[in-house]
């Protein structure tokens, strides 16, 4: 058994291709959840930080950054899985605008006046770095929840008009729709990267684990286009 926690950006491959792994190696995983950065409980620096234990971490790797600055990580066992870029999403059925240019992207916004990202990584850079580009007027309020999961229930309850997250987080949801990836201008590409836990105490499945993540096989290849990721390039 191993003990692995992940947070949104690979979650829904991750789920597709759990199964074949546990099928074909006889490794039972246990799974928990985490953002990948942030603050407050539910990020998975604060989990491991506060005694939860894990054999395996999933985020991104601003995310990780962190984790390796904390010493928790086991050296040379990171692996990149799968990169994901920014995009919006509208709740299904609403208009889908046009977000193509950094003009057309801050007219949508405003047109939203509410507007939801999690509070992890993405939402963080779109706050810290797309937002201060657009001078926004103050009608336009952003809104970062603990989780994208959680940003996705804003959008569909109304509570916001317009949710800013990785492709991989958006096209696992209901009841929302995908209008487009952010202008390359203001985009940021998230890479998700595996890693062993630095206290792990079954390194060597954990290990198997992230090659079974790693591997161009056909299931993993065709879910990572499924979830809109591609492999790290490089």
């Known amino acids: 058994m191993i003990k692995v926690i992940i947070s949104g950006g690979f979650a829904?491959?991750?789920?597709?291709?759990?199964?074949?792994?546990?099928?074909?190696?006889?490794?039972?995983?246990?799974?928990?959840?985490?953002?990948s950065e942030g603050t407050g409980p539910k990020t998975i620096r604060h989990q491991l930080a506060h005694g939860t234990k894990a054999d395996v971490v999933i985020l991104s790797r601003e995310g990780l950054r962190g984790l390796?600055?904390?010493?928790?990580?086991?050296?040379?066992?990171?692996?990149?899985?799968?990169?994901?870029?920014?995009?919006?999403?509208?709740r299904a059925g609403s208009p889908r605008p046009d977000i193509g240019s950094a003009a057309a992207l801050r007219q949508a916004l405003i047109d939203a006046g509410r507007v939801v990202a999690p509070s992890s990584t993405s939402g963080q850079f779109f706050r810290d770095k797309v937002v201060?580009?657009?001078?926004?007027?103050?009608?336009?309020?952003?809104?970062?929840?603990?989780?994208?999961t959680e940003a996705a229930e804003a959008l569909r309850a109304g509570r916001a008009n317009l949710s800013i997250g990785p492709t991989s987080e958006l096209v696992q949801e209901t009841g929302i729709e995908v209008v487009g990836l952010l202008p390359p201008d203001l985009q940021l590409v998230q890479t998700f990267t595996a890693a062993i836990v630095s206290d792990s105490t079954a390194p060597e499945a954990a290990g198997r684990l992230i090659d079974f993540l790693s591997s161009d096989t056909d299931l993993?290849?065709?879910?990572?286009?499924?979830?809109?990721?591609?492999?790290p390039r490089g």
């Open 12 to 35: 829904a491959v991750y789920r597709e291709v759990l199964p074949e792994f546990e099928r074909s190696t006889g490794i039972k995983v246990e799974t928990g959840s985490g953002a």
């Open 68 to 90: 390796n600055e904390d010493g928790r990580i086991r050296a040379g066992s990171e692996s990149g899985l799968a990169t994901a870029p920014l995009a919006a999403a509208v």
């Open 132 to 148: 201060p580009k657009l001078n926004l007027p103050d009608t336009v309020t952003l809104t970062l929840e603990a989780r994208g």
């Open 220 to 231: 993993l290849l065709a879910a990572i286009r499924r979830a809109g990721m591609q492999r």
